[in-house]
């Protein structure tokens, strides 16, 4: 009994320590972020060089994929409103669904998938390797050279592509509308004016920026934190992904309970 | 390579990335080794990643660098008379440049005279101070 009871208070222990970590880590970043010495030459080089591999090289598959759902789910979502007598707040309905739910969720999870996962998997292979100390050694902070370029690539990627597939839905959601509906564009896009509110690009915004800043905090902090063996590294990738995917739902509930107030 | 050079000059003294890859180049051109600069790790001998490896760390402030066993950094080396003068071209900045070994390989350092050979209970090395 009292060796259960000892289990969980390990357990708790462990937890509530690993959460300190984490939250430190995540203090640690923030504070280099403001921090305008961080801008060095060389991690403005990797900035640039991360946006490029997260935001640029990926356009042509994010703009088919978001064509295909843009027009899919757009022409699903009319179908839907017809047949419940909701054609006058189609676009309250187009608005809400495709710039405060489904662009930046989408985007997260397919940069988490391909990004996500690169981050976490470079970070795992390079602590193994030894090289994050080989940086250390000679005094190469690794959060303002590493780390600090990833994030806020991940933030600036997440942002700019989710009102791009915003755009990208919303454009060829016409398309249905036009061959279903018959639709003007003149009537679409008043529609569309109509419906958008301030609070809409806010939300946007908002979760675009935090989906962003966990799709590569996570993945770095368990690249960093990897035992030193090769066979640990799928373990990491594992368990930064779990993490990741928990955090983007919990931002996704939060972002509603913030919108129900 | 010139990338990995000059990373030491863009953090340490914020020197933009170009002045700071310019200088790195030219330290590898003093060796004719200017065709390395675009490489990457997988094209370069072992050879050019060791002047790669210690032009990086003439780079640093720090007015010490360690050479620690460089038959086995270096394959298939014969004569580390040539890598010694080839640090000496390099080393203008007149840094501090030890190179440590194992007792074995000190017939190859026999033209040296300021060897400096340490042993204890467990192991033996010398030091041989460029």
Known sequence: ?261 | MVENIALLKEVQEFMPTKEAQEEGLALLSKLKLSHIGMQRVAQCKSVELFYVMFIRAMMSKKSHIIIDMPYTIIHNLQEIEKVISNIEILNDSKKNIFILDTLNHKIRYKSYNNLEITSNNSSSSIGLDT
């Open chain 1, 1 to 261: 009994m009292i060796k259960f009871i000892e289990s969980i208070g390990d357990r708790t222990i462990n937890s509530l320590n690993s959460i300190y970590e984490a939250l430190k880590f995540t203090s640690l970043c923030l504070i280099h972020m403001v921090n305008p010495k961080s801008y060095n030459p060389a991690m403005r080089m990797v900035l640039v060089k991360q946006i490029y591999f997260t935001a640029v090289t990926i356009l042509p598959l994010f703009i088919f994929m978001a064509s295909i759902f843009g027009s899919v789910i757009i022409g699903m979502v009319i179908v839907v409103a017809t047949q419940y007598s909701l054609q006058d707040n189609i676009g309250s309905i187009i608005v809400t669904f495709v710039i405060n739910e489904f662009s930046p969720f989408f985007t997260a999870l397919l940069i988490s998938l391909r990004s996500g996962t690169a981050v976490n998997t470079e970070i795992a292979i390079m602590n193994v390797n030894q090289e994050l100390n080989t940086l250390k050694e000679y005094d190469i902070d690794l959060i303002d050279y590493l780390f600090l370029p990833r994030i806020i690539s991940g933030v600036i990627s997440v942002t700019f592509l989710s009102i791009l597939f915003a755009l990208i839905m919303l454009s060829s959601g016409y398309l249905f509308t036009l061959f279903y509906m018959g639709m003007d564009l003149h009537i679409y896009t008043a529609l569309l004016l109509n419906a958008v509110e301030v609070k809409d690009l806010i939300v946007l915004l908002f979760k675009s920026i935090a989906f962003g800043f966990v799709i590569m905090l996570i993945p770095i902090y368990s690249g960093f934190k990897t035992a030193n063996s090769y066979s640990a590294i799928p373990i990491s990738v594992l368990n930064g992904m779990v993490k990741l995917f928990i955090a983007i739902f919990f931002i996704e509930v939060l972002a509603l309970l913030l919108q129900s107030l």
